[in-house]
């Protein structure tokens, strides 16, 4: 009985012995083994065995490519405040670890530090256009001080970016509201440029529609020129004359323009003399018809039985005859 349970008690103890000596490391991690606290060698992924209780494992260290972004407020040339976004890529180098895990205790509040002292240095020296335009040479010097500073702790800077630039908010309406004048003015000159196409083209086609158009005219003008003529000779050929054939030909034309001024049914065109002498014989010829037709009122008032003094007679008679002697005047 004794000797099962010291057999027990052994195994248990070597079993015991065995877990404490065997260790893994995980894919893309490192370990630090060290001994009496003195650093012994480091371990890379896989199974391994140390010394128990000598040794131990005093850490473990992540050879991934890591990210860190800071955020960063400072001013620039124009005296504008405003925030960056920089983005840091980097990782342990593998043939340094020792100097990663003993040289370095926070690394990321290393890198935070460098970055602040290099974006607050060159910012300032830009003006705000110029921080969005030359925002890559601002990420190229946080690099190059990250590398030429965190190398000797063993890690290498892989990249760094600038991912947000964030001005003042009333800085950013500002700029907005410069954009968009900026937009309306491009739009006002091309509305303008379009409108003056428009007024140009509409300009010449209407140029090209009255040449055209004079064109036409001279065309139907020389054509009744020639028609004229060929009448003429027609006329002359059975011994009308040139005088008589032409005063035909305008009788005839002044006919037919009055029978298509008649076929339409809806003209309110009305034809008047247009000699110098026709204004006064219009004006004699309209008194001598209210004359004639106040007479002839008279008269059938006088055939009906009505009475009429002779005084108003002789006076209707006295007014034909100033409005007689008014029409001779005129």
Same mark, same amino acid.
């Given at each position: 009985?004794?000797?099962? $349970? ?14 404490? %000596? ?32 000598? #040794? ?47 040289? $370095? ?15 607050? *240095? ?22 190059? @001080? ?11 800077? +892989? ?28 739009? *006002? ?18 140029? @090209? ?19 004229? @003529? ?13 005088? @008589? *054939?032409?005063?035909? +030909? ?9 029978? %298509? ?13 247009? %000699? ?15 004359? *004639?037709?106040? +007479? ?23 007014? +034909?005859?100033? #409005?007689?002697?008014? %029409?001779?005047?005129?």
């Amino acid at each position: 009985m004794t000797m099962e $349970l010291f057999i027990i008690v052994l195994l248990t103890f070597i079993f015991i012995i065995l877990m404490l %000596s065997v260790f893994t490391v995980k894919q893309q991690t490192a370990g630090i083994i060290e001994r009496f606290g003195k650093f012994l060698f480091v371990r890379k992924s896989g199974l391994h065995f140390k010394v128990p209780v000598i #040794d131990k494992i005093a850490g473990r260290i992540n050879l991934r490519v890591q990210q860190l972004d800071v955020i960063v407020e400072t001013k620039t040339k124009d005296n504008v405040f405003v925030k960056l976004k920089v983005s840091v890529q980097f990782k342990v180098m593998a043939d340094r670890i020792y100097e990663a895990f003993y040289k $370095l205790e926070n690394p990321n509040n290393q890198i935070t530090s460098y970055i602040f002292d290099v974006v607050r *240095a060159e910012v300032p020296k830009l003006k705000l256009d110029d921080v969005f335009e030359r925002k890559d040479d601002i990420a190229n010097a946080v690099k190059n @001080e990250l590398n030429e500073a965190m190398t000797r702790y063993g890690y290498d800077i +892989i990249n760094t970016l600038i991912t947000d630039i964030d001005p003042d908010v009333q800085v950013k309406q500002a700029m907005n509201r410069i954009n968009a004048s900026e937009r309306e003015k491009t739009a *006002a000159e091309f509305e303008a440029e379009a409108e003056r196409i428009k007024i140009v083209a509409k300009a010449r086609a209407e140029a @090209e529609s009255k040449r055209l158009q004079g064109q036409g005219i001279a065309d139907q003008r020389r054509e009744i020129a020639r028609g004229l @003529e060929d009448s003429v000779n027609v006329l002359n050929t059975v011994g009308i004359n040139s005088q @008589e *054939a032409s005063a035909l +030909i305008v009788v005839t034309q002044h006919y037919d323009t009055l029978q %298509s001024i008649g076929e339409n049914t809806n003209s309110n065109l009305i034809l008047l003399p247009n %000699s110098p002498q026709a204004g006064s014989d219009m004006l004699n010829n309209m008194v001598a018809s209210f004359t *004639a037709s106040n +007479i002839m009122g008279e008269q059938m008032k006088k055939d009906s039985g009505d009475i009429i003094p002779p005084k108003i007679e002789k006076k209707d008679n006295k007014d +034909i005859n100033n #409005d007689e002697e008014s %029409s001779d005047i005129l």
